[in-house]
């Protein structure tokens, strides 16, 4: 008995020891993964002190024929190069048209700076090396790819100094992804749908390819994504604005106004002016080889009043159907591009491609460190994290839009049906009207408060909660639902939203209780909220609407419509309106229809549900579904046939 005893007691003691030993590890682990994560190095994505760099402006100078070119500016974008700031790409890319255009212009010690700078980049994220640098959004994956394949094709037998590859080798590699690419712009769009200011971004990958790829595969199908992206343009501007609901828009590009960087595409395209400075989309207009389909130049000049509905990129539940699931390279592209990092869904491949290509140091990336311990990895609990955690970042993955934009020759109003209410946007733009070509009204609720700093989200840059959308004609109805108090890592909860609409700009506006009325020659605009409506302190273009369960809407009309302002105003405030706050449904009566819209539910014309998931275009001048075989834009008498598995594309 007292032996049977002493071995139970021998027993309890394992166990006991057992226990404790498995408590220790479960405490030790994590606290010594914190400590490895802490230690994280985190490289700048920028230097320091701001640098002004000259590749745009040389180029510049070079193509007008300037005798007084200044080769020493160029080494401060060698230097910016060299520490592979974020955007070396941007300059990297003029610096090829540089060296491809103009190669007798170079001295020679330039020439040979220029060359052991390009041979020593890390021009992809599986190369070794650390740094600041994005290289996963839509427009940086072309440049970068784009770069790094011309360079290659530069120097083919020369050794690059980073990874010990050829020349050779670093254009077979960069060709697949450039391919992969423009065959994920043919099948699905742009992620960064309507951007105008990364289109410029994407014109600058594509057009040198264009110019100086010695594969004539990847020429042509680079000229076909090129085309779609100009139809974008062309489509989607009003008079020569090109401004409207997009993927990826910062204050001044949802404000429109000549300050728009795009300006210089439609000034070049539709106005025949040439640039009076220098710019990234300056390559366009030095093109040797690309020409302009004659179709979108008539599709750009359109003034009839025309719906165009489009559909663009992917759902992050579409991916697994599609292909672009997995930590491969291909996928990540995708998903990246959609700025899914930390999505539930997507986060494990995140944290897989960080580990693989060592890049918590990266800047942009560095806060995803805290999801690398070891538990979570072994166990796969990184997504079951993300989702009860919940970060803002979770809803800044850029999904599948549905456009509609309706034109005429005076004003454009646009919506992205239906697009995550509810949810954080961290760039997304999602409704607004346009003034002709001089500026732009919209609607938002603002991320955090105004002055504080931060590039995006902020106070004028994506949403802190986005509305319900919906369209039908001229009118846009918004209903936005917000949370009574923050989440635990948001950075803010306002509890109202605002418009931008810039009285100084108008030639007449006038506020009458919850309605703001404005006219701009023969462009008529009211905005209506549920609330009374007025302009924040000090401001002459910032409305305030307080309330967190509200409604915007946006209705446009012109002089050939309504004859007076007067009689527009009169109109629009006799047509029946109602809002059930509790269930959140909002109808309106206009246009001789009633519209109805449900937040997060259905949107009614007239009794008949409006199926706003489109397909890839529906427009007067194409129609076609996704992952098309072949396209056809026809308008005037022009057309434009494109197939991109032929590498065909055939204009008249």
Same mark, same amino acid.
């Given at each position: 008995m007292f032996i049977l005893s002493l071995q139970l007691n021998k027993i309890k003691i394992k166990k006991t020891y057992v226990l404790a030993i498995i408590i220790i590890t479960l405490i030790a682990i994590p606290l010594i993964d914190l400590i490895r994560i802490t230690n994280y190095k985190c490289f700048s994505s920028l230097p320091q002190n701001k640098t002004k760099n000259f590749a745009y402006k040389i180029y510049y100078d070079l193509v007008n024929n300037s005798q007084n070119i200044d080769w020493k500016l160029l080494d401060n974008d060698l230097?910016?190069?060299?520490?592979?700031?974020?955007?070396?790409?941007?300059?990297i890319a003029t610096i090829i048209r540089i060296l491809s255009d103009y190669?007798?212009?170079?001295?020679?010690?330039?020439k040979e700076q220029i060359k052991k700078t390009l041979l020593g980049f890390r021009y992809w994220m599986d190369e070794p090396g650390e740094n600041g640098m994005c290289y996963w959004s839509e427009n940086h994956q072309i440049l970068f790819a784009s770069a790094e394949y011309l360079v290659g094709q530069m120097y083919p037998s020369e050794i690059f100094t980073n990874d010990g590859l050829t020349g050779s080798e670093h254009k077979v590699k960069a060709r697949k992804r450039i391919l992969d690419w423009l065959e994920m712009r043919w099948k699905f769009g742009f992620t960064e749908f309507y951007s105008n200011v990364y289109y410029n971004e994407d014109i600058a990958g594509m057009i040198n390819i264009i110019d100086y790829a010695d594969d004539e595969t990847l020429v042509k199908k680079a000229e076909i994504i090129m085309d779609l992206l100009l139809y974008?343009?062309?489509s989607q501007k009003t008079g020569n604005m090109f401004v409207t609901v997009s993927g990826r828009a910062y204050e001044r590009n949802r404000k429109g106004g000549d300050k728009i960087s795009s300006k210089r595409i439609t000034d070049y395209l539709w106005q025949n002016k040439l640039p009076l400075t220098p710019h990234i989309n300056f390559c366009l207009m030095t093109s040797k080889k690309y020409k302009v389909p004659q179709v979108i130049i008539e599709i750009g000049n359109d003034k009839s009043s025309v719906v165009i509905k489009q559909s663009n990129g992917l759902n992050i539940n579409q991916l697994r159907e599609e292909g672009y699931?997995?930590?491969?390279e291909k996928s990540i592209m995708m998903q990246w591009g959609m700025e899914a990092f930390v999505n539930p869904a997507i986060i494990g491949n995140t944290m897989k491609y960080i580990r693989k290509n060592n890049m918590f140091s990266n800047e942009f990336l560095n806060p995803i460190k805290y999801f690398d311990f070891t538990f979570l990895r072994l166990f796969s609990l990184e997504g079951a994290l993300s989702r009860i955690v919940n970060p803002q970042e979770n809803g800044a993955a850029i999904q599948k839009a549905n456009t509609y934009t309706f034109k005429t020759k005076d004003y454009?109003?646009?919506?992205?049906? %239906? =697009?995550?209410?509810?949810?954080?946007?961290?760039?997304?733009?999602?409704a607004g009207m346009n003034i002709d070509s001089s500026f732009s009204v919209f609607h938002s609720h603002p991320a955090i408060t105004k002055n504080t700093k931060n590039q995006s989200p902020n106070y004028w840059v994506g949403y802190g909660r986005l509305p319900h959308v919906a369209q039908d004609s001229s009118v846009s109805l918004a209903i936005y639902n917000l949370p009574s108090g923050k989440a635990a890592m948001e950075l803010d909860?306002? %509890? =109202?939203?605002h418009a931008y609409f810039p009285k100084e700009k108008f030639d007449t506006v006038i506020i009458n209780r919850n309605y703001i009325f404005g006219k701009k020659e023969n462009t008529y605009c009211a905005l209506i909220g549920?609330?009374?409506?007025y302009f924040a302190k000090n401001s002459t273009d910032d409305i305030i609407q307080n309330g967190r369960e509200t409604y915007w809407i946006i209705e446009a009309g012109n002089k050939e419509k309504y004859g007076s302002f007067e009689k527009f105003r009169e109109k629009i405030i006799n047509k029946k309106i109602s809002f059930d706050s509790t269930n959140l449904l909002l109808t309106y009566t206009s246009i001789g229809k009633k519209l109805k819209l449900q937040y997060c539910g259905d949107f009614t014309v007239n009794g008949s549900k409006v199926n706003t998931n489109y397909p890839r275009y529906d427009s007067p001048y194409?129609?076609?579904k996704f992952k098309p075989d072949s396209l056809e834009f026809k308008f005037n008498n022009k057309h434009l046939n494109l197939n991109f598995s032929k590498s065909e594309r055939i204009f008249n």
């Open positions: 230097e910016y190069i060299k520490q592979q700031y974020d955007v070396s790409d941007f300059y190669p007798s212009e170079i001295p020679y010690e330039k974008d343009i062309a699931f997995g930590p491969d454009s109003v646009y919506s992205v049906q %239906n =697009y995550f209410p509810g949810n954080f946007a961290d760039q997304v733009h999602v909860m306002l %509890n =109202y939203t549920k609330n009374s409506l194409i129609k076609a």
